[in-house]
């Protein structure tokens, strides 16, 4: 067998698939070196040459012999050794004494300890006495032997055997529902993209004549414009795409008198009625559109906020979400005044700190 390069042995070592099938199963992909040392510097890894790459991989190589256990484990429910765990010292170790914490997702933490007589490879296993139910958990380890200490934290992850039936989710064997692209959506109000309500009226549609789920394309945040529109290339996925608010239904605007002129203004409404009418889905000056009046809305909200019930559960949303909100609504700011690729911002705006 032909002995693996450097570059090649630390690709495997982090996890980078060497080749893949494609989505159409026809043809497999190669991965490139040029790909693999992409990947790597994006991890933080300089393998830009073999004596870079033979330094990293003896760097990771070290750090991994030090663990007392891997960083992370998937196992099934159903598996037998989902209770055990695997610890490991040098080769060779004779005998070891081992102190193991489990801190499951929910519930009291759970501490083990003994002495073990570990395989010729220096792994040994320990019993948890207990599998631990699905669910995220944390290990930790420490493991003496020869005077020598080695200590490890584990995700533990225990995943379900399979996803849960029809049956166990909606009570019957069988049900039927609507999968819907939000963005889609026309109706006689809407501004010619689909919007809370409009899934709103969907769902009540459907339950009416006896649906169980509408399923609709992720709402994740969208640039929306040019060919940024992809609900599977968002800009972040932990906030929504503000395209999908019925801005007629923000509470301000019955406090708006300047919104409310804009909205009955004939240019906004001949946009809104163009918009409707169009074949196709045009993000960009549906956004814009939207934004004007939105913008007019938030004046309004932040000038009676202090005081109110909805002021309140702004300040209460902004801290409960803390630094990802921060950081995406900076992104957001940063990209209006520079553009959307933040690659071309001026140099000192481009660390995410």
């Known amino acids: 067998m032909q002995k693996l390069s450097p570059l090649h042995a630390l690709a495997d070592l982090v996890g980078i698939v060497p080749r893949y099938l494609d989505q159409t199963g026809t043809e497999t992909r190669v991965t490139s070196d040029e790909t693999r040392v992409a990947i790597l510097r994006a991890m933080g890894i300089d393998a830009a040459t073999p004596?870079?790459?033979?330094?990293?991989?003896?760097?990771?190589?070290?750090?991994?012999?030090?663990?007392?256990?891997?960083?992370?484990?998937?196992?099934?429910?159903?598996?037998?050794?989902?209770?055990?765990?695997?610890?490991?010292?040098?080769?060779?170790?004779?005998?070891?004494?081992?102190?193991?914490?489990?801190?499951?997702?929910?519930?009291?933490?759970?501490?083990?300890?003994?002495?073990?007589?570990?395989?010729?490879?220096?792994?040994?296993?320990?019993?948890?006495?207990?599998a631990p139910p699905e669910g995220y958990h944390a290990l930790r380890a420490t493991v003496r032997a020869g005077g020598a200490e080695w200590t490890g934290e584990q995700s533990?992850?225990?995943?379900?055997?399979?996803?849960?039936?029809?049956?166990?989710?909606?009570?019957?064997?069988?049900?039927?529902?609507?999968?819907?692209?939000?963005?889609?959506?026309?109706?006689?109000?809407?501004?010619?993209?689909?919007?809370?309500?409009?899934?709103?009226?969907?769902?009540?549609?459907?339950?009416?004549v006896g649906g169980a789920f509408v399923g609709v394309n992720p709402l994740h945040a969208l640039r929306n414009t040019g060919a940024d529109v992809s609900p599977y290339s968002p800009v972040t996925r932990l906030f929504r795409n503000a395209i999908y608010l019925d801005v007629e239904a923000v509470p301000e605007l019955a406090d708006s008198d300047e919104a409310r002129r804009m909205l009955e203004s004939?240019?906004?409404?001949?946009?809104?009625?163009?918009?409707?009418?169009?074949?196709?889905?045009?993000?960009?000056?549906v956004m814009a559109?939207?934004?004007?009046?939105?913008?007019?809305l938030h004046r309004e909200f932040a000038a009676r906020a202090e005081g109110s019930e909805r002021g309140r559960a702004y300040r209460e949303y902004a801290r409960a979400q803390g630094e990802p909100l921060e950081s995406f609504a900076t992104f957001e700011a940063l990209s209006d005044e520079h553009g959307g690729n933040w690659r071309e911002w001026p140099e000192e705006l481009r660390d995410p700190e």
């Open 51 to 130: 004596e870079s790459a033979r330094a990293a991989l003896d760097e990771l190589t070290a750090r991994e012999a030090e663990r007392a256990l891997d960083p992370v484990r998937v196992v099934r429910a159903s598996d037998p050794g989902a209770g055990q765990v695997e610890l490991r010292v040098p080769e060779g170790t004779a005998a070891a004494e081992w102190w193991l914490e489990l801190v499951p997702e929910s519930g009291e933490p759970r501490r083990l300890s003994g002495t073990a007589q570990p395989e010729w490879n220096g792994t040994f296993m320990v019993e948890l006495g207990e």
């Open 289 to 296: 559109l939207k934004r004007r009046v939105l913008e007019v």
């Open 156 to 208: 533990l992850i225990v995943v379900p055997d399979a996803c849960p039936s029809v049956a166990e989710v909606a009570g019957r064997e069988r049900v039927f529902g609507v999968i819907a692209n939000l963005y889609t959506l026309r109706s006689a109000r809407n501004w010619g993209v689909g919007d809370l309500s409009d899934l709103g009226a969907l769902l009540e549609w459907t339950a009416g």
């Open 266 to 285: 004939a240019e906004v409404r001949g946009e809104r009625e163009a918009l409707r009418e169009s074949g196709r889905v045009e993000y960009e000056r």
